[in-house]
Structure formats: C-alpha cells, structure tokens
C-alpha cells in the first residue's frame, strides 16, 4: 500500500494496464516484463452502482501477492455517472455513490482514480489500420466518423445514448457540478483525480455531445478552476499528439508537469492530426520519444508510463501481450538512456 503522499518517492518507470480483470497467469506475465505497478481500467468488480472497500481490498492483496503494486484504477464504469456528465435526474443519487467509491478506494490503499468526462467515449474508424510490417491498429478519420448519424463508431467506454443534442456550456455546467463534490471526497480519502483528454479530442459533437478536452486552454482551465493537490491529468501521450500532429505535446508536459499536475502517463503515439490519425508503434509518430521522456524527466516527473493502447503484432489477440512487451521494452530502454 502506497499513501498518496509517497507517491513522488518512487522514480520514473513504466508500467502495464488497459486490462479489466487480473488472473495469476496475466500477474506473472506483467512481472517477468519488468513492471512493478499496474493500472485497471473499468475493474470489473463486484456493483452496478459503486465499489466497495472489501472487493478494493481484496483485489489490491492480490495484485500486491504478486508482487505488484495497483498504482490507479482508471475509469469507472459509464453506468456509475453517467446521468452525473448528462445532468439528469438521479445524478444525486449517483453522486452518493461516486463518493463512496472514492472513500472505499482510500480505504483500500489504491492512490490514483482515473476519470473522464464523455458520455459517447472513445470512437474509432477502424481498428484494423496496417501499420509497420502489417501490424494492426486503430484509426480515426473525422469526416467518416461525422457523414453518419448512427454510433457505429464509437469504440469503448460508453452506454449513454444521449436523446438529444447537448451544448459546451450545459457539459461544463455538469462538469463543475461533479468536481464540485466529488473532489472534497478525494481529498478527504487521499485519492488523486486524474483527468484523461477527450478521444478523438475534437472541437466538436460526437454522438450530440460536445467534447470538453481537446486543448490546452481546456486542461489549464478545468485544473486552474479545480485547483487541487488531489486534481491532476492522466497524461494521455498519444491524444496530446492527436491534437496538433505533435505540436505542443512537450509544452504541455512542461506547464502541467512543473506544477505536479501530471499523475501518470499513457504513452503511445500517432501519425496524423485531428481530422485522420493512425496509431502507431512508439518512435514512427509525431512526436520524437527521447525528447518525451527528457521533458517529463526535467520536469521532476516522478509517475509511471503505461503502454496504453499498442498495434496488434502478428500472434496477438485479446490484449495484445507482443505489442505491449515491445513497448515496454522500448520504454524501459529509453527511461534507461535518459537517465544514465
């Protein structure tokens, strides 16, 4: 167990995640690739409403008898505030529950919750895109995405189907009604906030709903308004990238990173920009790595780097166990270069 106030103690490093349920098998593996801290994204857990300290706990010791430490559970299930990001009836209700989750997350020892705030969540164009050497990954094309009024993209993390279109100001209006609450309860039980950007992070609706975090001035004003120890970002390498084509990633880690408001990392990387993005491996997109890990290094970046999400390598299925190895592997060696 890792109180919030030791997590700078511990160095830079990478980590594995991107996975809902743990096994021995699945534990072992992440071991013998050299990690030490893993983050669970979606737990599947016991609850259709909230987590409770006992299955928090139970899973923590497991992840902890391996040898492992569970640094972040990253998002909880869409059903859990849903009516909280659309402001509808029952959103209270849910909120009661969101705060007992965070308290039995204290509780429990686990330091770090992920969170977003888009109710349609992530969409895709494509997941079979090849990139190098006929590996596979994802793909986002903006004008396919929009030519349709059905959901056919959206790739993960929601069930809201909202019945109605939405404008920024009534998403930012539920926004700081949530934060508004629920932060208090975050530090009260010493478990940081972190905020992943929109993806894709586009200026625009999708599925009705407007995207909140797809910039700069967008991060620097929900963190300036929420200004909190407890409130930081998950720093999601690859959406940073998606913005610009690249443009301004290590700015952002300079300014959010020098304040200590970058809990951890997903580190991935595309080629292309906002409007048609490819996901790649890391070193053939945007953004030069090395530089990526000297800014956060010079910034006294202290958190973890998972691979996020990784190309499909040939033999891979379900969590695509080579492409993450790869990766890991790539990123314990420039973490290794840049700090010798």
Known sequence: MIPATQLDELPIRVGLGQFQLTSDSLLAYIKQCGVDDI???????????????EDLAALRERVNAAGLRLMSLENVPVTFYDKIMLGLPGRDEQLDHMVATVTNMGRAGIPILGYHFMPTGVWRTSKTQPVRGGALATRYDHQLATSTDDDRFQHKNSTAHPDRDYTVEEMWENYCWYLERILPACE?????????????????????????????????????????????????????????AGEGVLDAIRHFGSRDRIFYVHFRDVQGGIDDFTECFLGDGNCDPVETIRTLKDVGFR?????????????????????????????????DAVSG
């Open 39 to 53: 983050q669970m994204n979606t737990a599947q857990l016991p609850g259709d409403s909230r987590w409770e300290f």
């Open 303 to 335: 958190g973890f780097l998972i691979p996020d999400h990784v190309p499909q390598m040939e033999g891979d299925e379900g969590w695509n166990h080579r492409g993450r190895a790869w990766t890991v592997g790539y990123i314990r060696g420039l973490l």
């Open 188 to 244: 009260t039980a010493g478990v940081r906030l972190a905020l992943h950007p929109d993806d894709p992070p586009v200026d625009a609706a999708l599925g009705r709903v407007p995207r909140l975090f797809h910039g700069f001035d967008c991060f620097r004003k929900a963190l300036e308004t929420f200004d909190s120890p407890m409130h930081g970002l998950n720093f999601c390498h690859g959406c940073w990238s998606e913005m610009k």
